[in-house]
């Protein structure tokens, strides 16, 4: 019998349990590294033909059927299913691209389990291109555009004040008083952030219009999205997309606005969504305290109470918040890498499993499950802290980590959380009953699929069980 190819012997080291396994798995990546750097040094040195020959070997796979004196592709056997890898320290050399060598290779890494995303929305951005000019171009105006000051926070949440009044006084008018709080969340996500991403534009004022074709995107965007994972866009889906947003960017400049839109409207809206539900439903007992704490943030976006002030009645602040939800929902659940040793068909990349790490009772507890911001007061999981062990990734981990992670994200959430609260507080008749609770008071962490709560609606009333109070 051959001896099996060493990328998959990568592999199947990754994924063995215990100690032993994770040491192979370095060891062999670490071989493969230098045989690399060898091959580099060896075309440099030596004639053509001998480089040719001595790289051109390679142990080859029993499973691979030799036909006829040629490697027959077409009958390829043992293919590997998709694996989901949840131990810390796999996870770390996954995202870390550590069976890469070149920057190259880790970018292609990560955006060829992207290619579906070109095909449904037409991306061309650091997700999806494998040109590392123009990652880096992206990611550097991307930073550009999230580093906002003290004045532009404050214009930012003076503009999500306004979507979300105007937005309630919509629904009201449209459904007999109640207000849909998915539908609500996502438009004041999306609007919110096409001033930001889209400074030089002009960007649609606050009409019946705007609402409609800012929800009918949202919408679009959900649909094609979930399409995307089995290939099964519906035909016009994205121009009808690009209509809606032509309706909200009034002066487009000819590229195409997704590139922007989907990684921050994917980012946010629904750990938005969640941190709100979890903060004004699912801790009763808390609600006042944590509303307080967001308060501070609403006030003054820049603030350093974002990190340091702690409500003395629930010992948290804003910061230990947001993490509690973005521990329990992360934003991206699996993190997919095309790796050597797999196929290349997507739908056997190997992922790592985000949402079960941060779940994990052995890291986190046996409450690991339980929305808890108070774990996040501990010296042992302080943020820096827990993102260097690599057992916090909501927003990935280098050469890969999203632009908006360290500042931007937890404090935009932080915001439209905080908006969304002290709005509905400071309406007429300022409390809220739940008209269809969509399942959420149910034992355990809050469902992170796309499609959950969508019927989550609320009304105004004078008493009930169920309220938010001002």
Same mark, same amino acid.
């Given at each position: 019998m051959l001896p099996p190819d060493p990328d998959k012997m990568i592999v199947n080291a990754a994924r063995g349990r215990g100690v032993i396994s994770r040491i192979q798995f370095l060891v062999l990546t670490a071989a493969r590294q230098i045989w690399q750097k060898l091959t580099g040094t060896l075309v440099k040195v030596l004639p053509q033909s001998v480089y040719r020959f001595l790289t051109? =070997?390679?142990? %080859?796979?029993?499973? *691979? !059927?030799?036909?006829?004196?040629?490697r027959d592709t077409d009958k390829q056997v043992d293919i590997p299913l998709p694996d989901v890898f949840k131990s810390p320290e796999v996870i770390r050399e996954l995202? %870390?691209?550590? #069976?890469?060598? +070149?920057? $190259?290779?880790?970018? /292609?890494?990560?955006?060829?389990?992207?290619?579906r995303l070109v095909s449904a929305f037409g991306l061309d951005n650091a997700f999806t291109t494998n #040109?590392?000019?123009? %990652?880096? $171009?992206?990611? +550097?105006?991307?930073?550009?555009?999230?580093?906002?000051?003290? #004045?532009?926070?404050?214009?930012? #949440?003076?503009? /999500?004040?306004?979507?979300?009044?105007?937005?309630?006084?919509?629904?009201? $008018?449209?459904?007999?008083?109640?207000?849909?709080?998915?539908?609500? @969340?996502? +438009? *004041?996500?999306?609007? &919110? @952030?096409?001033?930001?991403l889209f400074p030089e534009n002009e960007v649609a004022q606050l009409t019946f219009e705007a609402d409609e074709a800012a929800f009918s995107a949202a919408q679009a965007i959900n649909r094609i999205w979930a399409a995307s994972k089995t290939c099964q866009v519906a035909e016009g889906e994205l121009q009808g997309l690009l209509r809606e947003l032509k309706v909200l960017l009034t002066s487009p400049d000819g590229k195409n606005p997704l590139n922007w839109i989907i990684p921050a409207y994917e980012t946010?809206?629904?750990? *938005?969504?969640?941190?709100? !539900?979890?903060?004004?439903? %699912?801790?009763?007992?808390q609600q006042e305290h944590f509303k307080e704490v967001f308060r501070h943030h609403v006030a003054d976006p820049m603030s350093a109470e974002f990190e340091d002030h702690v409500n003395s009645n629930c010992g948290v602040s804003?910061?230990?918040?947001?993490? $509690?939800?973005?521990?329990l929902y992360p934003p991206t659940k699996k993190?997919?890498?095309?790796?050597?040793?797999?196929?290349?068909?997507?739908?056997?990349?190997?992922a790592a499993d985000i949402e079960a790490l941060h779940r994990d009772p052995a890291i986190w507890g046996a409450d690991a499950n339980i929305f808890r911001p108070t774990r996040w007061a501990s010296e042992n999981m302080m943020p820096g802290e827990v993102r260097r062990r690599g057992i916090f990734l909501p927003f990935g981990m280098p050469p890969s980590l999203c632009p908006a992670s360290a500042v931007f994200a937890p404090r935009? !959430?932080?915001?439209?959380?905080? @908006?969304?609260?002290? @709005?509905? &507080?400071?309406?007429?008749?300022?409390? =809220?009953? !739940?008209?269809?609770?969509g399942g959420i008071f149910r034992v355990g962490p809050l469902r992170n699929d796309r499609d959950a709560y969508l019927s989550l609606s609320v009304e105004r009333c004078e008493k009930d069980a169920f309220i938010l109070t001002a």
């Open positions: 051109s =070997w390679r142990w %080859k796979d029993p499973a *691979t !059927i030799i036909t006829n004196g040629q995202l %870390k691209g550590s #069976a890469f060598l +070149t920057r $190259e290779d880790r970018l /292609a890494s990560r955006n060829n389990t992207n290619q #040109a590392l000019s123009h %990652k880096d $171009e992206f990611v +550097t105006r991307a930073k550009q555009l999230l580093r906002l000051d003290q #004045a532009k926070w404050r214009a930012v #949440a003076g503009n /999500a004040e306004q979507l979300v009044r105007f937005g309630i006084t919509r629904q009201e $008018e449209r459904a007999e008083g109640v207000v849909n709080l998915s539908r609500l @969340v996502q +438009t *004041t996500v999306l609007l &919110a @952030v096409m001033p930001i946010l809206w629904r750990i *938005t969504f969640r941190c709100f !539900i979890e903060v004004h439903y %699912k801790n009763p007992e804003c910061s230990n918040i947001v993490n $509690e939800a973005l521990r993190i997919y890498r095309a790796t050597p040793g797999y196929p290349t068909d997507s739908s056997t990349y190997p935009m !959430i932080a915001l439209l959380v905080g @908006v969304l609260g002290s @709005v509905m &507080a400071q309406q007429r008749g300022s409390n =809220w009953k !739940i008209v269809e609770d």
